[in-house]
C-alpha cells in the first residue's frame, strides 16, 4: 500500500489568498511530482523534484512554487490563489532503482477558490 | 511533439462484454508506457509495459505493447459494473523521468 499523503484534502479560499498544499511520503521514493486535474480531464504536470534540493517546473506551473529540502515532503504553493486555480491537485512519487517507473499517488486535494 | 493519444475518449458497455482500450504516442525515445485506473480519486498502478509484444496479465485485465507502431491495448474480458472508471495510460521519455499523460478512457459498465 502507497504510503503518501496530502493535506488538506479540502480546501475553499478567497480569491488572493496564499496557500500551500502539502505532500509527504514515507516510502523513502527520491522523484515527486505535482498534478493539476480538472473533473474528466486528463492530468498536467505542474512541477517534479529529483531530489532534494532540486525542482523543475513542468507544463502547467500555474502560478505556483515548489521546494524540495527534505526527501519525504514535496509542498506546492500558490502565492495568490485565483477562480481558475479551482481544480484537483494531485502528488505522486516514484522510485526507478526499485525496478519499476510506478508512480504512487496520494489522496488528492480538492481546491475551490471564490 | 511528446503526446498521448487515448481512444475511445467514453465507452458505454454491459456488463460480460469485452473492452479494448487504445494508447498511442507520438515520439519514439521512449523509455516505458504505465496505465492506470482512475475512479473517485487518485489512479491506481494496472501495468507497466517497456518491452513490445510482451502481454501483462492480472485477472481478467491484459495489456501489451508495440513499440514498432508506438501503441498499446488494455484488453477488459467479462466486464463487471466495477471496472467502471477511467483509465490512463502515460509515458515515460527516456533520458527523463517525466510522465505524459493521456485524456483517458472513460469507460462504463452497465448492470
Known amino acids: 500500500e502507497a504510503d503518501i499523503y496530502q493535506t488538506p484534502r479540502y480546501l475553499v479560499i478567497g480569491t488572493g489568498k496564499k496557500i500551500t498544499l502539502e505532500c509527504s511520503q514515507t516510502?523513502?521514493?527520491?522523484?515527486m511530482y505535482w498534478y493539476q486535474q480538472d473533473p474528466g480531464m486528463e492530468l498536467h504536470l505542474i512541477h517534479y523534484?529529483?531530489?532534494?534540493?532540486?525542482?523543475e517546473k513542468g507544463d502547467l506551473s500555474s502560478e505556483s512554487t515548489v521546494s524540495r529540502i527534505r526527501t519525504e515532503h514535496f509542498p506546492l504553493t500558490l502565492e495568490s490563489a485565483r477562480p481558475s486555480h479551482t481544480s484537483q491537485y494531485l502528488c505522486?512519487?516514484?522510485?526507478?532503482?526499485?525496478?519499476?517507473?510506478?508512480?504512487?499517488f496520494g489522496p488528492g486535494t480538492r481546491l475551490t477558490v471564490t | 511533439e511528446d503526446k498521448v493519444v487515448q481512444s475511445p475518449l467514453s465507452l458505454v458497455v454491459h456488463e460480460g462484454d469485452t473492452v479494448t482500450l487504445n494508447c498511442s504516442y507520438e515520439v519514439t525515445n521512449f523509455r516505458s508506457l504505465l496505465w492506470y485506473k482512475q475512479e473517485k480519486k487518485a489512479p491506481t498502478f494496472l501495468f507497466m509495459l517497456?518491452?513490445?509484444?510482451i502481454e501483462k496479465k492480472s485477472g481478467r485485465l491484459s495489456s501489451i505493447l508495440d513499440k514498432k507502431e508506438l501503441f498499446s491495448i488494455l484488453n477488459i474480458t467479462a466486464t463487471q459494473t466495477g471496472d467502471s472508471a477511467v483509465y490512463l495510460c502515460?509515458?515515460?521519455?527516456?533520458?527523463?523521468?517525466?510522465?505524459?499523460f493521456g485524456t483517458g478512457t472513460r469507460l462504463k459498465v452497465l448492470a
Open positions: 516510502m523513502g521514493h527520491d522523484k
Open positions: 523534484s529529483y531530489g532534494v534540493n532540486s525542482t
Open positions: 502515460a509515458k515515460i521519455t527516456s533520458g527523463t523521468y517525466k510522465y505524459i
Open positions: 517497456t518491452s513490445s509484444g
Open positions: 505522486a512519487s516514484s522510485d526507478p532503482t526499485r525496478g519499476t517507473y510506478e508512480q504512487y
